[in-house]
């Protein structure tokens, strides 16, 4: 073998081995700020002051009873959808978490622990995407832009069905993208699969894949004629088998499910589409009007239905963009946010209109297309729900944004600020206002926010239970009133991870923990009068209410509250009820 050969043998194994080493350096870095970003997501998830809310818990229990039996509360076998108090909650993170519980039992970690998994995943995705479609540097930065969001952390950090929704959609499009590339079935099977769960984990998302896949088609229609011929012509299995997907996994479950969730009213007031009709509730409509179009809302109450439609839902979309609702308060639910902080980093301001246009000028190219028709299509399923904008609803902007917000940062360090200097300066500068702000947000979340919003959060409610645990000797019966907001949830909840209760016994029979009744609808208030106590309310009866509940009615003034619980217990007090009724 000659010298030339040997050395560019050597050279060979050299550029080899330099190529390994910076793809092995790539992951250990990825993985480690992983990890880090998971350690900071994960801190304190099980806090007391911010303790499940009742869709939480309903999503935790149905959860749990599903990994140890197979069945919802209403001993429904494997339901596709779970039914319960707000209609029927979507299937995803409902089945996922029952894999982990499988093996972890339940309790508020175990509940919470999916949503924050999954946010460590959409990190992943929107990196490997930013890398894939772009470079390393903006798959880089959007993977540091959506760690260090506000908005970001706070949603990933509640068990709700919208947080698996981002990590299925960007997983979805990343393995389309391999499949088309390395001409794979099998990659193409995980991201029908991906698509596949991601259209089961929320509504409002359903909506945005629908709008986003239309309006991309849309920008194709002048080939759709050759596509149609060439697919017919040489891909005649993959056509049959794509048609045999969409109608076994969308089509038929959409018909069998849908007349008893609209009369479930989950998909009633709050959404146009009801039945299969453009219908809202004609006074909510008028109502929002009244209370957001001042002066002249009774010029637009005195059109036609469908225009007042049209402008709620303009409105609602274009508030999805405000300067407002992004950078300074979100949607003012302090669930969705912390009070006084916005949902993205103010940064945003100068880097998503450098990104937009960034976009707009290479248009033509398919990835630059779909990222940008993923923008326009966030404000879509706001603008067909009645109620104001929520974060919630527009969950998978956050990614989106954070992508556009990195492919702006690349085009001014690349194209704009030449010298290295200037772009490292101009990195760090961005780098320490995410950092700076995020830290500030995360300081607050845990010194203020936790603690002066608790109520938002329903918390402390398992303390009805202790309290109830350590007096069940004293009385054979306890009540509780409907008044405290879908308390039964809670009561399942906390009855089954912290006192063993067998979530079969309410399948079967509708027994909550330590045989608690809930007083219903027809004993709300104002209903609560002598008559009402006399028939829930003995010595060996314990009836616990909304301590709003005692000061509304002068019936049941002279009852007393305990402290050890955040409600009011009436006891003992039969004769003081007849004599302030007489």
């Known amino acids: 073998m000659s010298d030339e050969t040997l050395k560019s043998l050597f050279e060979s194994l050299k550029e080899k081995n330099l190529h390994i080493n910076k793809h092995l350096i790539e992951i250990i ?105 772009f470079n390393r540097f903006t798959g880089a930065s959007a993977a540091i832009f959506l760690a260090l969001t506000p908005g970001f952390f706070h949603l990933q950090r509640i068990a709700f069905e919208l947080t698996t929704v981002s990590c299925f959609m960007l997983g979805s499009v990343y393995f389309w993208g391999i499949a088309s590339e390395r001409k794979s079935r099998w990659y193409s099977i995980i991201a029908v699969l991906f698509l596949i769960l991601a259209w089961y984990s929320y509504v409002p998302a359903q909506v945005f894949i629908l709008a986003t896949a239309v309006l991309l088609a849309l920008t194709y229609v002048n080939h759709w004629k050759s596509f149609v011929i060439k697919l017919f012509k040489d891909h005649r299995k993959k056509l049959f088998a794509g048609i045999s997907v969409f109608i076994v996994f969308f089509v038929i479950p959409w018909f069998v499910y849908m007349p008893d969730m609209v009369k479930t009213r989950h998909v009633t007031d709050n959404f146009i ?75 945003f301001i100068v880097l998503l209109p450098v990104g937009i246009i960034v976009l707009l000028n290479n248009i033509k190219k398919l990835e630059y297309r779909l990222l940008f028709i993923a923008f326009i299509a966030g404000g879509i399923p706001s603008a067909l729900i009645i109620e104001d904008v929520q974060l919630t609803h527009n969950i998978y902007m956050f990614p989106v944004f954070a992508l556009i917000a990195a492919v702006g940062l690349n085009y001014i360090c690349q194209e704009v600020a030449k010298p290295l200097y200037l772009k490292v300066s101009i990195f760090v500068i961005v780098l320490f206002c995410m950092l700076s702000y995020f830290h500030l947000y995360y300081s607050n979340y845990f010194n203020v926010y936790i603690t002066k919003y608790e109520h938002d959060w329903q918390a402390r409610r398992v303390e009805i239970l202790d309290f109830i645990d350590k007096n069940k000797s004293k009385y054979k019966q306890f009540y509780v009133s409907g008044q405290i907001h879908e308390i039964y949830m809670h009561l399942l909840f906390y009855g089954t991870s912290k006192y063993n209760f067998n979530p079969g016994a309410f399948q079967k029979d509708k027994k909550l923990p330590f045989n608690i009744k809930i007083l219903e609808h027809e004993l709300y208030l104002p209903a609560i009068t002598a008559e009402t106590i006399n028939t829930y309310y003995g010595d060996d009866i314990l009836l616990i209410l909304n301590e709003r509940e005692l000061d509304y009615h002068p019936s049941v003034k002279e009852f007393k509250y305990q402290s050890e619980i955040p409600y009011a217990v009436a006891k003992e007090f039969r004769s003081n009820a007849n004599e302030n009724n007489p």
């Open 273 to 347: 589409l009801k039945q299969g009709h453009q219908v809202l509730n004609h006074s909510r409509v008028m109502n929002y009007i009244k209370d957001n179009m001042g002066d002249i809302h009774q010029q637009v109450i005195e059109l036609p239905v469908i225009a007042k439609q049209v402008i709620v839902g303009t409105v609602h979309y274009f508030k999805c963009y405000s300067p407002g609702f992004l950078f300074d308060h979100g949607d003012n639910l302090a669930r969705h946010l912390a009070p006084d902080f916005g949902p993205f980093n103010s940064i």
């Open 29 to 133: 870095l990825v993985v480690v700020f992983l990890i880090g970003v998971f350690s900071v997501y994960i801190y304190q998830i099980d806090h007391p002051s911010t303790s499940l809310f009742c869709d939480e818990a309903a999503i935790g229990y149905n959860a749990y009873s599903i990994s140890q039996t197979l069945r919802d509360e209403n001993d429904t076998l494997l339901p596709l959808y779970i039914r319960n108090f707000l209609g029927h909650k979507m299937p995803v993170y409902v089945y996922l978490s029952a894999i982990i519980m499988k093996f972890t039992g339940l309790s508020v970690f175990s509940t919470r622990l999916l949503a924050v998994l999954c946010g460590i995943f959409t990190i992943l995705f929107i990196y490997l995407l930013g890398r894939k479609y």
